[in-house]
């Protein structure tokens, strides 16, 4: 009897620890529940905060998109305003200059071959007056006595045709030749600058001149309605030949001895000579060898093509990459191998009349690369250059050497 009772009394203990221990293992899983709850509340609270931060934030970043558009349209608007006055006032520019200017060192029967007439209803005393102003004037034909001062103005045409190349401008006409490339056996004249300005391409509104021997390397020249380029073949010497672009035909040959593989520029190795007109004539830049260092120069005589003298110009070949001639003094133009702003680092004056310290040191407004050519119009004082396919016209201003 006293078995039972005891085995009833342990077996009540057991059953009560039971029931506490259950309970307490519920009351933790109910708190736990409890607190996964409020962190599941606290989190969808702080979603819709940030939802609503997002829509509001999406908002206004889409009514600032709209004013910058806005803004930008109406400043796109008149930007290009602004480059319909500039455009407007550059040719205006343009047209002053082409009949008020300056013309040093030309002489008054340039007008009338520019013009093409004499004015038939001027007395014979007028004529007489017109014959001592070209006596006069002849003499500053001769005694060029201008140096550059620097660049007043930039004007990028257009963009046309190959990375290299060469245009320029006959001084005693309007019409405007292009070069494109560095040879070929075609040349394209066109009208006027303004032809060449609103053609689309080398062919469209131009005149195709198929020449008898093919041009090397963009250092051709163009004076007096007459074509000075080089042809060299393999195995020969170079040769300067005379074209008349009126007549269509070769009025002459010259072989210029140099080796077929020196180049006059270093960083344009296309060009084997550079042809240059100024206010004194033809001259043609060279190197004699491929070890020659210096770039020299020779006066030619534009009629006969014969060689009236050369002089060496002390100025390096390594890292020049044009050159042009202006009243008998040349410069030259260097940049480095990773193109930079092109400069004018050399001056050579074959009259000796440009001292060191008037020597310019005039740097080119940076823009493309390298210049493949620049070529000199003494009518207009200014520079037509050819930049990785982009034609350029720098206007110079001009003043006297100090030893005039």
């Not at 343009?94 to 520019?114: I, L, M, Y």
């Amino acid at each position: 009897m006293k078995l039972v009772l005891v085995l009833l009394v342990s077996t009540a203990l057991t059953c009560t620890e039971a029931q506490y221990y259950y309970q307490g293992l519920m009351d933790y899983l109910e708190n736990r529940l409890l607190a996964i709850e409020d962190r599941m509340q606290f989190w969808h609270e702080e979603s819709r905060r940030y939802h609503t931060e997002l829509k509001d934030f999406k908002k206004l970043t889409t009514e600032t998109m709209d004013g910058l558009r806005t803004e930008h349209s109406v400043l796109f608007k008149d930007l290009e305003g602004a480059a319909v006055q500039m455009d407007r006032v550059e040719r205006e520019m343009d047209n002053v200059e082409t009949q008020t200017s300056p013309r040093a060192c030309a002489n008054k029967a340039d007008k009338v071959v520019e013009q093409g007439v004499w004015g038939l209803e001027e007395s014979r005393g007028e004529e007489e007056e017109e014959e001592e102003d070209w006596e006069e004037l002849h003499s500053e034909v001769s005694d060029c006595v201008e140096i550059i001062s620097g660049i007043r103005s930039v004007k990028i045409l257009k963009r046309l045709g190959s990375p290299k190349g060469m245009w320029t401008r006959d001084p005693r006409s309007s019409r405007v030749y292009v070069f494109n490339g560095t040879s070929g056996d075609v040349i394209y004249q066109f009208d006027s600058v303004q032809d060449f300005s609103r053609s689309s391409g080398v062919e469209e509104g131009s005149k195709q001149i198929q020449l008898p021997f093919s041009w090397i390397g963009p250092g051709s020249a163009v004076f007096n309605s007459c074509l000075y380029y080089l042809k060299q073949e393999a195995g020969a010497d170079m040769q300067v030949v005379k074209y008349d672009l009126l007549s269509g035909s070769v009025t002459d040959t010259a072989m210029f001895p140099v080796d077929s593989h020196a180049t006059v520029y270093n960083l344009n190795p296309e060009i084997v000579a550079d042809l240059a007109v100024d206010d004194e004539g033809l001259w043609l830049l060279y190197a004699n060898s491929d070890s020659e260092p210096n770039i020299n120069l020779a006066k030619m005589d534009p009629a006969t093509l014969d060689i009236e003298e050369i002089w060496d110009t002390r100025c390096p070949r390594e890292h020049a990459e044009a050159a042009f001639v202006v009243c008998g003094t040349v410069y030259v133009v260097y940049n480095t191998r990773l193109p930079s702003r092109s400069r004018v680092q050399c001056v050579f004056d074959v009259n000796d009349m440009v001292i060191s310290e008037e020597a310019p040191l005039l740097y080119f407004p940076r823009r493309y690369g390298a210049h493949a050519s620049l070529k000199y119009n003494p009518e207009e004082k200014q520079l037509y250059g050819w930049d990785d396919g982009y034609q350029i016209i720098y206007r110079l201003t001009m003043k006297r050497k100090l030893l005039v």
